[in-house]
């Protein structure tokens, strides 16, 4: 990838893109558009909107653009290393063209009314990881890479997801989830306002599965917790077999395809992840001494700490440091970290399946 020659064509005017090539990332001053209405309004005026610096980007759904603007092909090849640093400095490019994860709730609530929606969100799971086993967009954590703040972000803070079916009108409305409300504080934010019979405490995904059979699920909503690399990367002895873990996700996956497919109803199947994980073994990373705080991770640390090698995110109090460095040195049982700033950490899969 040529970035001057890249840079040398966009400077010459508007250009029509795939917004899922990450390698978009590495590119600045970017405006992207996404909605044809308003780039309709301004393409023959630009720069009366915008600065004249601004490079102009457009989503590839625009068909009927494409006879007047023209289409550029950057390669899809991406040096995974590399994207990690980049992220740091052109976050905001990132967070222009992909999806972000607090925005996620708009392309669910485009599902028409008459169709089931399940929500699949995955504890731990990078793009760099799925796109291997599914067919996957990559969208971006727009804040802290920590499963609490990542899954809240997802479900919506204020005004969650199962809030939102509920004032649509949709009645059957159920949760899925490994810890009851008194188990696991983070329950109840995740899953209000469902109430307590329609909230299921599972131990394995079978139990998931033949409750749904029981239920009508026709035009409702399901909201499923699911483990993934999280907690292997935390705390485990002897190597991980990711592999095997993944392809697990991808057959509980199509245990519930199978299941709408017996029920006869129409649905719309979303998995996500909350975070990314930066595995050990294939980075390495650098134990920064400018943060001896109690309260942190490997990869953050608690409070609005600004430094060369941090990112403060808007309306969250933790800092996020820059790839490869951590707070402090890796465990002997500790295969992965996150809560940082890179491609690993912050970009995670977006599955979905219409049946």
């Not at 250009?15 to 909605?35: E, G």
């Not at 909350?274 to 050990?280: A, C, E, F, N």
């Amino acid at each position: 990838m040529d970035i001057d020659k890249i840079n040398y064509k966009l400077k010459c005017g508007p250009h029509i893109i795939d917004r899922t090539n990450l390698n978009w990332i590495y590119f600045n001053n970017i405006k992207f558009f996404n909605q044809s209405e308003n780039f309709d309004r301004m393409i023959d005026n630009l720069h009366k909107f915008l600065p004249i610096d601004k490079r102009i980007l457009i989503n590839n759904n625009f068909s009927k653009l494409s006879r007047r603007i023209p289409f550029i092909d950057i390669g899809r090849e991406i040096n995974r290393v590399e994207l990690n640093k980049v992220i740091f400095q052109n976050y905001d490019t990132a967070k222009e063209i992909l999806v972000n994860q607090s925005r996620l709730y708009e392309k669910i609530l485009e599902v028409p009314e008459y169709e089931a929606i399940f929500l699949i969100v995955v504890d731990g799971l990078s793009y760099e990881r799925a796109k291997k086993y599914f067919d996957c967009e990559p969208i971006l954590v727009d804040g802290i890479s920590k499963t609490e703040n990542g899954m809240k972000r997802i479900v919506g803070k204020d005004y969650t997801l199962a809030a939102r079916m509920l004032d649509q009108g949709r009645e059957n409305v159920y949760g899925y989830s490994y810890w009851s409300r008194n188990e696991n504080e983070l329950t109840e934010p995740i899953f209000a306002p469902i109430p307590e019979e329609d909230l299921f405490v599972y131990k394995e995904f079978s139990e998931v599965v033949s409750d749904l059979k029981k239920k009508d699920i026709n035009q409702g909503y399901v909201q499923i917790i699911l483990n993934g690399l999280d907690s292997i990367s935390h705390r485990h002895r002897d190597k991980p077999y990711l592999d095997h873990i993944l392809k697990d996700l991808k057959e509980k996956l199509r245990m519930i395809e199978n299941l709408c497919k017996n029920k006869k109803i129409n649905s719309t199947i979303f998995m996500t992840s909350d975070h990314g994980i930066l595995w050990t073994k294939n980075n390495e990373l650098k134990v920064s001494d400018d943060f001896n705080l109690k309260d942190k991770g490997k990869r953050y640390t608690s409070g609005k700490i600004h430094r060369r090698i941090t990112k403060v995110f808007d309306n969250e109090n933790f800092t996020a440091l820059k790839y490869p460095y951590i707070t402090e040195k890796i465990r002997r049982n500790e295969w992965g970290v996150h809560g940082g700033l890179s491609y690993e950490e912050n970009v995670v899969p977006l599955i979905k399946r219409v049946v």
